[in-house]
């Protein structure tokens, strides 16, 4: 690929005022509070008013979570390269379309055979054109020196969603019934994610003849920033990875591994959250505040996970975070066990903390390690993987429940995998680049 240098990038032109990609950091707050908030904290508001109502059990409501991995897996491989290609504009739109009219369409789903083409398959589809991977391959060719805050702001509206949409959600359930808070939510996306999209969206900075971070040519050469970022993150930028290089380094499958074990725990505990503790004994609106108190402390927490990962190794920063999950999910059994909703809060708040860097060192370890120019296509070696281990833990949650009546059992397994992730971690090292 040959280099081109952006017109604004020359010396002795002006800049502008105010960094294009800020915007795209803008977007980029919306876009995930739509995507992974609506992927991640709601289900669970929805699963006690849908499995008493059509009489299906907390495994089968689950299940969707197979089937979602299933159509990512298939898919995914062909998005990565076409958002390095395309850029990730007319994907947005499009996936905005498909996942808002899917959510309107669970107003009328009845058998759980519709519920998993509807959720587990047409939302599915549409995330894959709105979701994390678009967003932040976007987001990562736009920023290198200060990519962790760059993605860390961004990621701040997964948590303004966990603070929100599941109250907004259970709201609509109480006041209107379940299938129309289905409506209401996928109205909310169109209205929310599609003119941003359409209006703001742009594959790479070089496209507008800019420089990643807002950067002149000299500054980009003299790796202006902490010593530490121009060694990891600089080093790598502009590396062209091909799928089969990048799947003979032992750091891709490193990575897979440790955030694969992470996301286990995550993924249940989000989706099982809510019915854990109502079976605790708590309200629904208690139970709903929990979920509130974990956004909290990732709206908190998230700006300063990017300042730590643009400073500190992204490898220790992860070690650090899947400790504080780990740790956070022996704090919510004790907590939930205890009958205090005081400590229930303080737990949810402590493994938000955790949380709220997983978006932010995800995307960071991922170009800082493999480059901007071909992450679509490399970050889409792993995204099946990924949502495998985000389905499994679910499912695994609800099996448990069904069988024994508690979580207790999987939560236990879930804090042992987020302790593997951090050894996992613990001996990744960056791959060496491949030649030009």
């Given at each position: 690929?040959a280099?081109?240098?952006?017109?604004?990038?020359?010396?002795?032109?002006?800049?502008p005022?105010i960094?294009?990609?800020w915007?795209?950091?803008?977007?980029?707050?919306?876009?995930?509070?739509?995507?992974?908030?609506?992927?991640?904290y709601?289900l669970?508001?929805?699963?006690?008013?849908?499995?008493?109502d059509?009489?299906?059990?907390?495994?089968?409501?689950?299940g969707n979570?197979s089937?979602?991995?299933f159509?990512?897996g298939?898919l995914a491989?062909?998005?990565?390269?076409l958002?390095d290609?395309?850029?990730?504009?007319a994907?947005?739109?499009?996936?905005?379309?498909?996942?808002?009219g899917?959510l309107?369409?669970?107003s009328q789903?009845?058998?759980?055979?519709?519920f998993?083409?509807v959720?587990?398959?047409?939302?599915t589809?549409g995330?894959?054109?709105?979701?994390?991977?678009?967003i932040h391959?976007?987001?990562?060719?736009w920023?290198?020196r200060?990519r962790?805050?760059?993605i860390a702001?961004?990621?701040?509206?997964?948590?303004?969603?966990?603070?929100?949409?599941?109250?907004?959600?259970?709201?609509?359930?109480g006041?209107?019934?379940?299938?129309t808070a289905?409506v209401g939510l996928g109205l909310l996306?169109?209205?929310l994610?599609?003119?941003?999209?359409?209006?703001?969206?742009?594959?790479?900075?070089?496209?507008m003849?800019?420089?990643?971070?807002?950067?002149?040519?000299?500054?980009?050469?003299?790796?202006?920033?902490?010593?530490?970022?121009t060694?990891e993150?600089?080093?790598?930028?502009?590396?062209?990875?091909t799928?089969?290089?990048a799947?003979?380094?032992?750091?891709?499958?490193?990575?897979i591994?440790a955030?694969?074990l992470?996301?286990?725990?995550?993924g249940?505990?989000?989706l099982?959250?809510?019915?854990?503790?109502?079976?605790?004994?708590?309200?629904?609106?208690a139970?709903?505040?929990?979920?509130?108190?974990l956004?909290?402390?990732?709206?908190?927490?998230?700006p300063?996970w990017?300042v730590?990962?643009?400073r500190?190794?992204?490898?220790?920063?992860?070690?650090?975070?899947f400790?504080?999950?780990?740790?956070g999910i022996?704090?919510?059994?004790?907590?939930?066990?205890?009958?205090s909703?005081?400590?229930?809060?303080a737990?949810?708040?402590y493994f938000?903390?955790g949380?709220g860097?997983?978006?932010?060192?995800?995307?960071?370890i991922?170009?800082?390690y493999?480059?901007?120019?071909t992450?679509?296509?490399?970050?889409?070696?792993?995204?099946?993987?990924?949502i495998?281990?985000?389905?499994?833990?679910?499912l695994l949650?609800g099996?448990?429940?069904d069988?024994?009546?508690?979580?207790?059992?999987?939560?236990?397994?879930?804090?042992?995998?987020?302790?593997?992730a951090?050894?996992?971690?613990?001996?990744?090292?960056?791959?060496?680049?491949?030649?030009?």
């Amino acid at each position: 690929m040959a280099s081109v240098k952006p017109a604004a990038a020359v010396a002795g032109v002006a800049r502008p005022r105010i960094f294009y990609g800020w915007y795209i950091v803008g977007m980029a707050m919306v876009t995930n509070a739509m995507s992974m908030g609506l992927s991640a904290y709601t289900l669970g508001v929805f699963v006690r008013p849908m499995t008493e109502d059509l009489g299906w059990s907390r495994t089968m409501i689950s299940g969707n979570q197979s089937v979602s991995t299933f159509v990512t897996g298939l898919l995914a491989p062909f998005i990565g390269p076409l958002i390095d290609r395309r850029g990730g504009r007319a994907l947005m739109i499009i996936g905005a379309l498909i996942s808002g009219g899917a959510l309107m369409a669970l107003s009328q789903v009845n058998h759980i055979g519709g519920f998993y083409l509807v959720r587990g398959v047409i939302f599915t589809i549409g995330q894959l054109g709105m979701g994390s991977l678009v967003i932040h391959v976007t987001l990562s060719n736009w920023f290198v020196r200060k990519r962790g805050r760059a993605i860390a702001i961004g990621a701040v509206g997964v948590s303004i969603a966990a603070m929100t949409l599941p109250a907004l959600s259970e709201w609509m359930i109480g006041a209107y019934g379940w299938r129309t808070a289905w409506v209401g939510l996928g109205l909310l996306i169109w209205l929310l994610v599609i003119p941003p999209a359409a209006l703001i969206m742009r594959r790479r900075p070089e496209d507008m003849g800019l420089l990643p971070d807002g950067d002149t040519e000299t500054e980009a050469e003299g790796g202006a920033g902490p010593p530490r970022r121009t060694s990891e993150a600089a080093a790598s930028r502009d590396a062209i990875w091909t799928r089969r290089a990048a799947m003979r380094t032992p750091a891709l499958w490193l990575i897979i591994a440790a955030f694969g074990l992470s996301g286990m725990g995550m993924g249940a505990i989000l989706l099982h959250l809510v019915p854990f503790l109502e079976d605790a004994g708590h309200s629904a609106a208690a139970a709903t505040g929990a979920v509130a108190a974990l956004g909290l402390a990732g709206l908190i927490c998230k700006p300063l996970w990017g300042v730590a990962i643009d400073r500190f190794p992204a490898r220790s920063c992860a070690m650090v975070e899947f400790v504080i999950c780990g740790s956070g999910i022996g704090a919510i059994l004790a907590a939930g066990s205890s009958g205090s909703l005081t400590l229930v809060y303080a737990a949810a708040f402590y493994f938000g903390v955790g949380i709220g860097g997983v978006l932010t060192v995800t995307e960071v370890i991922w170009a800082n390690y493999f480059g901007r120019l071909t992450l679509g296509r490399v970050r889409s070696i792993a995204m099946p993987f990924q949502i495998i281990s985000s389905a499994g833990g679910p499912l695994l949650a609800g099996l448990a429940y069904d069988r024994t009546g508690s979580y207790r059992s999987a939560f236990l397994l879930f804090l042992v995998t987020y302790l593997l992730a951090a050894a996992a971690m613990a001996i990744v090292r960056p791959p060496r680049a491949p030649a030009r």
